[in-house]
């Protein structure tokens, strides 16, 4: 196996290990603002942060002016909530306490890949492996250049229907695909994007950092 296929799988485990006893993982947290906070069956409340897992059961409170968006992995369904508010995650959708969300719809394969960020940002803080010189680019078959065409389509499309400057979830989603592919340079350019958009993100820095400690010299 690959080195960096290695260190993604190991960190998979990793999550899935600790987490095994606990609710299916459901959604994708892939924008937070101001104080949100949510509890899970095994954790006190903690805050939330950006690209964290969502599980079945999780509860998530949000105070006045906070904003916490959420997509589910299951039927690409995204929601937006504004506090005060509070819900509670279900399967394919939130459940209410209190408010309701904004709703709009991303393509499944969309939410699927975004839904593997939260591995790459455990590998980005375990260091991941280091690669001297930079990773070369992984060779491609004529069908994964069409995906990644089929990818590149999706993220413009996604980009222009984003209606917040600093909305990173179409970089989030093209970064993943980029890394399963092993396209380390363009991958590199995804990241600073995402660090021009939202450059006092500490999860963005990360997974930037680690983006960039792949790609070969310039």
């Not at 394969?109 to 790459?120: E, F």
């Not at 980005?124 to 250049?145: D, F, K, M, Q």
């Not at 995906?147 to 499309?157: F, I, Q, T």
Request: proline share 5%; charged share 25%.
């Amino acid at each position: 196996m690959k080195p960096f296929l290695l260190c993604i799988w190991l960190a998979f485990v990793a999550g899935f290990s600790s987490h095994a006893s606990a609710q299916a993982d459901v959604a994708l947290v892939n924008r937070v603002s101001g104080e949100a906070s949510y509890t899970s069956a095994s954790s006190s409340a903690n805050p939330v942060t950006a690209f964290i897992r969502v599980r079945d059961g999780d509860r998530f409170t949000l105070a006045r002016g906070a904003q916490v968006r959420v997509v589910y992995m299951q039927g690409g369904r995204q929601e937006t909530w504004t506090g005060p508010a509070s819900f509670r995650a279900g399967e394919k959708q939130s459940e209410a306490v209190r408010g309701k969300p904004e709703l709009s719809q991303l393509p499944v394969m969309v939410a699927v890949k975004m839904g593997r960020i939260p591995n790459l940002m455990q590998s980005a803080r375990l260091g991941g492996v280091t690669v001297r010189g930079g990773a070369r680019p992984v060779p491609l078959t004529a069908e994964e250049v069409d995906d990644l065409r089929v990818a590149r389509d999706a993220y413009r499309e996604l980009r222009a229907g984003a209606t917040q400057e600093d909305d990173v979830a179409p970089e989030i989603f093209l970064f993943s695909v980029l890394q399963e592919y092993g396209q380390f340079d363009e991958l590199k350019g995804m990241a600073q994007e995402m660090r021009r958009r939202q450059p006092a993100s500490a999860e963005v820095r990360e997974l930037a950092d680690w983006a960039e400690s792949r790609a070969g010299p310039r």
